[in-house]
C-alpha cells in the first residue's frame, strides 16, 4: 500500500474537498487552512518536493502553475489576489513529502517575508 498521504488523497483513499483535477493535477482544501481560502495543489505523478523535479514528468511544472490559476478561478479570487507557495525541506517545514504548492487567499494576507 502506498504510504504517501497525498498519493492516498489522490487515489482517493482517504477524503478531501476536491476544488479542481484535471488528468495530472488534483486541487484540494487543507484541512487546516490559514486563510479564507486554502487549497492545496499537487500532481498525482509523485515527487516528494521541489529537488525533485528532475524525475518530473515533461511539463508537470507547467502544468502544475496552469492549474493554480483554473484553481484561483473556481475559488474567484483570481482578480482579488493569492499566494503560491511550496515548502521544501526542513528548514521550510515541508511536512507533507510530496510536492504541493498553498493557494491562500480570499481576504487580505497577512505581511510577506519576500
Ligand atoms: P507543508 O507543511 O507545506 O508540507 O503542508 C502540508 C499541508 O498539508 C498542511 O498545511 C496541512 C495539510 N494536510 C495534512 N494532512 C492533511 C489531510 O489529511 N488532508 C488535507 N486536506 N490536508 C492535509
Given at each position: 500500500m502506498n504510504e504517501c498521504l497525498f498519493c492516498r488523497i489522490a487515489g482517493g483513499d482517504i477524503p478531501a474537498e476536491t476544488v479542481y483535477e484535471n488528468a495530472q493535477v488534483l486541487a484540494f482544501r487543507d484541512i487546516s487552512p490559514?486563510?479564507?481560502?486554502?487549497?492545496?495543489?499537487?500532481?498525482?505523478?509523485?515527487?516528494?518536493?521541489?529537488?525533485?523535479?528532475?524525475?518530473?514528468?515533461?511539463?508537470?511544472?507547467?502544468?502544475?502553475?496552469?492549474?493554480?490559476h483554473e484553481v484561483a478561478k473556481v475559488l474567484q479570487i483570481d482578480q482579488t489576489g493569492y499566494r503560491l507557495v511550496s515548502n521544501c525541506g526542513k528548514d521550510a517545514k515541508q511536512s507533507v513529502l510530496h510536492l504541493h504548492f498553498h493557494m491562500l487567499g480570499g481576504e487580505a494576507l497577512s505581511e510577506r517575508m519576500v
Open positions: 490559514q486563510a479564507k481560502s486554502h487549497v492545496l495543489i499537487i500532481p498525482k505523478q509523485h515527487l516528494e518536493g521541489l529537488n525533485d523535479l528532475a524525475g518530473a514528468k515533461d511539463d508537470m511544472l507547467a502544468d502544475l502553475l496552469r492549474a493554480a
